[in-house]
C-alpha cells in the first residue's frame, strides 16, 4: 500500500514539473521624430536628425532611419548628414525594442535643392494708409523676388510678384502675404486698421509674420503654441502687435486681451498649472527669446481655458509703456506655470497665426 501512494505522489510531481512556461508578450515600441532641420536644404548643406523610442515594457536596443532616394541612413537616434541627394525625400523612421520587436514606421519629408536656390524674400509688402474709417479704403503695395507664386489673403488670391491693390475692409483686417518656391514659403502682413464709431478705439490681430515659438530645445518656429510636447519639451509662444497707429501722447483707458480663438490639445491647465502672460518686447525671434525659470511680474494668470476676453488695468499699464516711449509694437509671452509634464502626451495651446485679439481704448 505504501509503495502505492509512494509512486502516485512521484507522477504527480513529475507531471506538474513538465507543465509548460508561457512565455510574457512582448509590447511592441512607438517611435517619435523629435527634430529634422532644417526640413528644405540646399545640395550639400548639413542636415539633422533626432529621434526617439518609447518601449512600454522594455529598452530601446536599435533606431534605423532611411530615405525614399538614398536608402539606410543611420543606426542612429540623432545624427547629421550633407550627403542627401538632390530631391525630395520622404523620410522613414523605426526603433527596436530589446525584445527584438520593431516599432512601426514614421515618416517626414525632405526637400533638397541645388546649390545656390534660396527662399523668397519679400522685400516689401504695406498698407496706405494702414488706419482708414467704415467705408474708406487703402491701398496694398508689394514687391516679392525669388518666388514661383505669390498670393495675398484674405479675399485677393494669387497676385504677381509686385503690384498693388485696393482694399476696403469693413472691419480691421490683416492681409497675408504667401511667397512660395522649391525651397519654401515666407510671408508677410500688412494691416489695416478700420476705425470703430468711437475713434478712440482700435481693435488688433497679431502681426503672423512676427508670432511664433521658441522651444527649451532650441526649436523657432512660426506657430505661437504654448505648453509642452510628447517628448516633455518646454513651449513658449509669442504674439506681436502693430500700435504704431496709436499717438504717442495717448492716454490708455483700458486692453482686453481676447484668447477665445485659440485651440487646446490634451489637458495644458490641470497638468501645467496656470497660464501667465508676460510683457515681452523682443525682435526677431531666436533660441534666447526661451525664458528659464520662474518668472515673476506676469501682467495676467489665466488659470483655466480662456471663454471670454480678458481685461486688465496692468494689461493697459503695459501698453501705456510702450506708447510713451515711441515704440511701433506690443508684444507678449506667454508660458505655463510648470514647465512640462511627462505624460508622452502634447499638452498645449494653440494661440493661432494672427489670431490673438487686442482692444486698446485710449484718449488723446
Known sequence: MRKLLFLIVMVLTVAVGCLPTIPAYNQPPTAYIDVVSP??????????FTGHGVDPDGNIGAYNWRSSLDGDLSTSASFKTSSLSQGTHTIWFKVQDDGGDWSK???????????????????????????????GSSTLSWNVSGAATVSIAPDIGNVGLSGNRVVSPSKTTAYTLTATNVVGTVTATAQVVVAEALPNKVELYSIIAEDGQVRRDGYVGQEPDVGDTKSGTTIQAFVSFDISMIPEDATITSATLDLTAAGIYGGPFTKLGMLLVYDCQYQTLSASDFFVGPAPGAIYTIPVTPSQPITSHVLATAVQKRVDAGSPRFQLRFQFEKPHFYNNEADYIALGEGRTKLIIEYQD
Open 39 to 48: 526640413a528644405n536644404a540646399a545640395l550639400g548643406e548639413s542636415v539633422s
Open 105 to 135: 514606421e514614421i515618416l517626414t519629408t525632405v526637400i533638397v535643392v541645388p546649390g545656390g536656390v534660396a527662399q523668397p524674400v519679400v522685400d516689401s509688402f504695406d498698407a496706405s494708409p494702414g488706419k482708414i474709417v467704415p467705408g
